[in-house]
């Protein structure tokens, strides 16, 4: 331990009393010929020891660059870049002054004779017209750092404990690997199973589909795809990860991922299985080791990352993945693409609920319920892609899609409700069993056609959608309503559920460029038929015969339903180099139509015809801050079960009857997104707004009886609005070449008001709630990182009628993320979280949760051996308070508890040794 101590005191002591130069160097780039200035090039500081980055920054519109900092070191050499002209280079020496002033820094152009060598760039950053592009070796990670380790250390990106990924505030949908998806397209497998080691470049753009980049569109500016390049000396060889580990209470893990790269040729397999929540791909990667499964819940029991979808259930999890990829090039013009995935998982869920339901008269009554559920699911997904370019001016790009999902399981649940005196006035008991199998298959085709170099071009897109799914189900209830007129219900049932769905969606396009590469004229056709068949075929269980013999018409359904959307729409572009707008006027014209096997008397046929309009403006001051706005005029129809005059019986305490009357709902909603980032003082900062406001919305509306037994329709109200909006600054502070600071504060605001009936009597709640959130990072030298975090969430409904109270939550939580690497091999994690949920009545209302992985480095860094502890204070929860303007209700469900596990992991590398890169040109 004395000698621990002494190693950190030397550390300390060797760091705050070496000598630093504080330093600012200030400058203007220019073109050499006409003397313009050079926005967006790159000015950065090396060390000549070992040509590590001290410092960088680009220039402004004006030509202009601050580059400051301090260094240890007082030799060092500046070099200034810029795409399609030739780099400058000089050393500087540091003394005492700190001010530096370089005057103009002219720029020719590149030549292209043939004796040139080709120079490779070692620049930070490289802004590309619409790219970011950032040189990995730039930026200094762990030595078996992944991609999610490096995207945390480039300026403006963030990546969230759950691994979502935001560039300046906009979300992350798409990373790509040499341009081509990597088990089609999900962002998690990638940044946690590809390792910096082989990335060359980190490149962001706007998001766009294939069609779009090849026939000059414009992308989605709401959200950004990342494209990681690989170092050319690494595209030919194996690379991998094994890893197993085994705990207490039985809990276990296993995962093991094979890449093949062998120039355009890719082939990667993984799978994995664990009883931890865990949705796999974590490859024993420390940072997956203490967050024990970071899932999301979707209200059918599946858990997602990132939109893939893992099996199903809640509470504890087993889950089981496997898959494959396949991406070559064929001759010339021809990219495929293939993926296999295979999820399964099987879970177990005890949960319990009190709820305090609100009448609009005031009084109040309550409803408790306990359930538990058992579900088994596996999944099996193929898809594949194929681009096929004709010639340089058309592309063919065809994307088939298959699905098959099979589903069994079990569901419990008693509840029982109670007037203002806790009286028990209904009691209802269900025991169900399922099962089910699913298959979809969809096929997109999209042709784009370039028609000449002004930026004109023709798209036609096809997509067809056949699913079929088919449900067993049993189900045994009991339901008992006391007071003045008791009732006993008692049902014993099998129901054959059949849902079928037959989608085609076309749409052609032309652009007409009136001036070339700036202005534009669009046309576009879009056509949707929704084909869809519901049968429910429900038997009574006749006990003489003993079985399910007696056709039950109250709770059967047969149906057939056409949904027909017809768009044909105009619109003008405008783009320039600072800004671009454009809008879009369409006229849809839409059909449903319902064909009711069992009540001829439903059949339904509606006609909704509606204006539409979307228009987008954005604009970019310079080369570090830009502004987006966007206005859309949307209009949609009920569905068929709101307007289908069929009366729902499914449920005894809740009998739900559609409105015909039904208008079609009017949505406006716009959105405003401005983001900065100075590169030179490392500060980043995005605002954004949003709102919709909604004419002719469908809501519920429900009256309940003495017995508190709902009966349920549809009305359309107006007023109805939602508002959502915050912002987040960021500084990140380099106290010298070996310690730095990461500042973060942002907020988050959203409100809404709503429309609501309640016993006949229609009132408005408005809930408005924010969320401030504070954070920082501290790094000392790659030994020491501590990164706290502290976020709370103010909520306040109010109600237009005096019989609601209104209603105030509040929520606060704490995270403490720390880490340390010393001795060099050994390093320790810790994530620890506190919650506090003050108004919560019934549950825990606190706890502090604590994981913590030692990680120790064996056989020359290809090995890691791990020991995790999860839930080191045994206090994990998800009690959780939901208030809505009719309930206030709280919830709690069963969660992982406590566990230690042994691990090991192992990875293996073959790709082809570093290439000597050449230094640049000097100019003195």
Request: aromatic share 12%; net charge positive.
């Given at each position: 331990m004395k ?25 203007k780039?220019q073109t050499?010929k ?7 090039a790159t000015?950065h500081l090396?060390?000549?020891?070992d ?10 519109d004006k030509?202009f ?6 260094s240890f070191?007082?030799?060092?050499k500046?070099?200034v870049?810029?795409v399609g002209?030739?780099n ?8 005492k ?7 103009n ?5 590149e ?20 790219t970011?592009e950032?040189?990995?070796k730039s930026?200094k ?13 480039l300026?403006g ?9 935001t560039?300046?505030g906009k979300?992350?949908n798409?990373?790509?690997v ?15 199973n590809?390792?910096k080691?082989i990335?060359?470049?980190?490149q962001?753009t706007?998001?766009?589909?294939k ?9 989605d ?13 690494n595209?030919?060889g194996?690379?991998?990860?094994i890893?197993?580990?085994a705990?207490?209470d ?11 790269f062998?120039?355009d ?5 993984l ?17 997956k ?5 970071n899932t999301w ?5 599946s858990?997602?990352v990132?939109?893939?979808r893992?099996g199903?259930g ?10 494959v990829t396949?991406a070559?090039?064929?001759?010339k ?13 099987s ?8 709820r305090?339901?609100i ?12 359930s ?8 099996h997904s193929?898809?594949a892609e194929?681009?096929i370019?004709i010639d ?8 088939p899609?298959?699905i ?5 399981g ?8 109670f007037d203002?005196?806790?009286t028990?006035t209904?009691k209802?008991f269900?025991?169900?069993?399922s ?11 999209d ?5 000449n ?6 798209k ?36 054959d559920?059949k849902n ?20 534009f004229?669009?046309f576009e ?14 038997f009574?269980f006749?006990s003489?015969l003993?079985?399910?013999t007696?056709?039950?018409t ?13 768009t ?6 405008y ?5 671009r ?15 009711d096997q069992?009540?001829p008397?439903?059949?339904?046929k ?6 539409k309009?979307?228009?987008?403006f954005?604009?970019?001051f310079?080369s570090k ?5 966007d206005?859309?005029?949307e ?5 068929i079960?709101q307007?289908?005059?069929f009366k729902?019986?499914?449920n005894?305490?809740?009998i ?11 949505r ?17 900062m995005?605002i ?20 508190f037994v709902r009966?349920?329709t ?9 508002f959502w ?5 960021s ?7 070996i ?7 942002g ?5 809404n ?6 016993n006949?009597i229609?009132?408005?709640?408005t809930?408005t709630?924010?969320?401030p959130?504070i954070?920082f ?5 790659k030994i ?9 969430s103010?909520s306040?409904?109010t ?13 606060h939580?704490?995270?403490?993320r ?11 994690r ?11 009545v019934?549950?825990?209302?606190s ?12 056989m020359?860094?290809?090995g ?9 204070l045994k ?19 069963t ?6 596990m042994?691990?090991?992991s192992w990875?293996?590398n ?15």
């Amino acid at each position: 331990m004395k000698k621990l101590l002494y190693a950190f005191i030397f550390l300390f002591s060797t760091h705050f009393f070496a000598q630093s130069y504080p330093f600012k160097i200030t400058g203007k780039i220019q073109t050499e010929k006409e003397k313009t200035a050079i926005e967006a090039a790159t000015i950065h500081l090396e060390k000549i020891k070992d040509s590590s980055v001290v410092s960088y920054t680009i220039s402004d519109d004006k030509g202009f660059f601050s580059l400051e900092g301090k260094s240890f070191h007082k030799n060092l050499k500046l070099f200034v870049s810029f795409v399609g002209m030739k780099n400058y280079s000089k050393l500087i020496s540091l003394d005492k002054k700190s001010l530096y002033n370089l005057g103009n820094i002219s720029l020719d152009e590149e030549g292209t004779l043939l004796s040139e060598v080709v120079i490779k760039s070692r620049a930070p950053i490289t802004v590309k017209k619409d790219t970011l592009e950032f040189n990995v070796k730039s930026f200094k990670t762990k030595k078996d750092a992944n991609v999610e380790d490096l995207l945390k250390k480039l300026p403006g990106v963030e990546v969230d404990e759950a691994g979502k990924i935001t560039v300046n505030g906009k979300p992350v949908n798409k990373i790509l690997v040499n341009g081509k998806p990597f088990f089609g397209n999900d962002p998690s497998i990638t940044t946690k199973n590809l390792t910096k080691e082989i990335i060359e470049k980190v490149q962001i753009t706007d998001t766009k589909s294939k069609s779009d980049a090849f026939s000059g569109g414009k992308g989605d500016a709401n959200n950004k795809t990342i494209n990681l390049t690989i170092k050319k000396e690494n595209n030919k060889g194996w690379f991998g990860r094994i890893s197993a580990g085994a705990g207490t209470d039985k809990r276990y893990e296993g995962a093991t991922m094979v890449n093949r790269f062998n120039n355009d040729r890719r082939i990667s397999v993984l799978a994995s299985t664990n009883n931890i929540n865990s949705p796999g791909f974590s490859f024993g990667e420390i940072q997956k080791m203490f967050g024990g499964g970071n899932t999301w819940f979707s209200s059918n029991g599946s858990f997602s990352v990132n939109g893939r979808r893992f099996g199903g259930g809640q509470g504890i999890i087993k889950s089981k993945t496997a898959g494959v990829t396949y991406a070559d090039t064929y001759k010339k013009g021809l990219d495929v693409n293939l993926n296999y995935f295979y999820s399964g998982s099987s879970s177990n869920n005890d949960s319990k609920r009190n709820r305090e339901n609100i009448l609009p008269d005031g009084s109040r009554y309550f409803s408790n319920s306990n359930s538990s559920t058992f579900d088994e699911n596996d999944n099996h997904s193929i898809d594949a892609e194929f681009d096929i370019e004709i010639d340089s001016t058309f592309l063919i790009n065809v994307a088939p899609r298959f699905i098959k999902n099979d589903r069994e399981g079990t569901y419990n649940n008693l509840q029982e409700s109670f007037d203002k005196d806790k009286t028990l006035t209904n009691k209802s008991f269900i025991n169900s069993r399922s099962k089910s199998s699913a298959n979809n298959f969809e096929n997109d085709i999209d042709i784009t056609k370039r028609l000449n170099s002004k930026g004109s071009f023709i798209k036609a897109s096809i997509t067809n959608q056949i699913d079929k799914a088919n449900t067993e189900n049993y189900n045994i209830s009991k339901t008992e309503i006391f007071g003045t007129s008791p009732s006993v219900e008692n049902r014993n049932q099998f129901s054959d559920i059949k849902n079928n769905l037959n989608s085609f969606r076309t749409s052609v396009s032309y652009r007409y460029a009136i001036i070339s590469k700036k202005l534009f004229l669009d046309f576009e056709y879009r056509y949707r038929k929704n084909e869809r068949e519901n049968v429910n075929n429900t038997f009574d269980f006749n006990s003489s015969l003993n079985q399910y013999t007696d056709f039950n018409t109250d709770l059967s359904s047969n149906f057939k339903s056409d949904d027909i959307t017809k768009t044909p729409s105009l619109g003008i572009a405008y783009k320039v180099k600072k800004w671009r707008f454009d809008i879009e006027a369409g006229y849809v014209n839409r059909t449903l139509k319902n064909n009711d096997q069992l009540r001829p008397n439903l059949n339904l046929k509606k006609d909704f015809n509606a204006l539409k309009l979307r228009s987008t403006f954005r604009y970019r001051f310079d080369s570090k801050a830009s502004i987006y706005f966007d206005y859309n005029l949307e209009n949609d129809a009920p569905s068929i079960t709101q307007l289908q005059p069929f009366k729902n019986v499914s449920n005894p305490l809740n009998i739900i009857t559609g409105n015909p009357s039904l208008k079609p709902i009017k949505r406006h909603r716009v959105y405003l997104n401005f983001n900065k980032y100075n590169w030179q003082k490392r500060t980043g900062m995005f605002i954004y707004a949003g709102g919709d406001l909604v004419n002719n919305q469908v809501v519920s509306k429900s009256s309940i009886d003495a017995n508190f037994v709902r009966t349920t329709t549809y009305e359309n109200v107006n007023g109805g609005y939602n508002f959502w909006g915050g912002g987040s600054y960021s500084k990140q502070v380099k106290l010298d070449s070996i310690t730095t600071i990461k500042l973060r504060i942002g907020t988050n605001i959203n409100g809404n008001r709503s429309i609501n009936f309640f016993n006949d009597i229609q009132y408005k709640s408005t809930t408005t709630s924010i969320s401030p959130n504070i954070g920082f990072t501290f790094e000392w030298n790659k030994i020491i990182s501590i990164e706290p975090r502290y976020s709370v969430s103010l909520s306040n409904t109010t109600f237009d009628i005096d019989n609601f109270n209104n209603l105030n939550f509040t929520r606060h939580n704490l995270n403490i993320r720390t880490k340390t690497n010393f001795p060099k091999k050994l390093e320790w994690r810790n994530d620890i979280r506190y919650s506090y949920n003050p108004n919560v009545v019934g549950f825990n209302n606190s706890a502090w949760f604590w994981n913590s992985t030692l990680a120790y480095s064996v056989m020359k860094d290809k090995g890691t051996i791990t020991l995790k502890a999860y839930d080191l204070l045994k206090q994990n929860n998800n009690a959780r308070r939901t208030s809505t303007s009719n309930y206030i209700q709280d919830s709690e469900s069963t969660v992982l508890q406590q566990y230690f596990m042994l691990g090991f992991s192992w990875k293996f590398n073959s790709l082809g040794k570093k290439g000597k890169i050449r230094d640049y040109g000097s100019h003195f």
